[in-house]
């Protein structure tokens, strides 16, 4: 397969058009949290989180979100190329509204979990976690 001169110039064209759009590669942590509380305002207390404050892998970082009387908890790695973890829902029969799993950062970064509480108010609870190795390929 051989390129002519014109397609050569039209293919350069094309990669600098390509480059040249803007589009948005990292997701937005105030667009997911905008999308979660609607807009509605955010205060501090009645959710715990627990994630280490030195994480020596990025891989595998546990955390732990606690927060009586939520029905929806929100998770995001504020520093990750998409930075929502996840959204945990209870139901009026769950024993306690909390979760534990392990997530994956890509480096230093804060995680930030927000709360829907029963009667429609948003908390959040906001810890820095130090990452020595990122976990998304960095």
Do not use: W
């Not at 009387?69 to 995001?76: E, F, K, M, P, Q």
């Amino acid at each position: 397969m051989s390129f002519t001169r014109r397609d050569t110039l039209r293919l350069a064209m094309g990669t600098a058009f390509a480059a040249a759009i803007p589009f948005k590669v990292f997701a937005d942590v105030d667009s997911d949290v905008a999308a979660f509380t609607e807009g509605a305002e955010i205060g501090e207390g009645g959710i715990t989180l627990i994630a280490p404050e030195i994480a020596e892998n990025g891989n595998t970082v546990p955390i732990e979100v606690d927060a009586p009387g939520a029905v929806a908890i929100l998770v995001l790695a504020t520093g990750n190329p998409t930075p929502a973890v996840g959204t945990f829902n209870f139901g009026p029969l769950a024993g306690a509204q909390m979760a534990s799993t392990r997530i994956r950062l890509a480096g230093t970064q804060d995680v930030l979990a927000i709360a829907k509480m029963a009667d429609g108010t948003f908390v959040q609870a906001r810890q820095e976690v130090k990452v020595t190795i990122g976990g998304c390929g960095g």
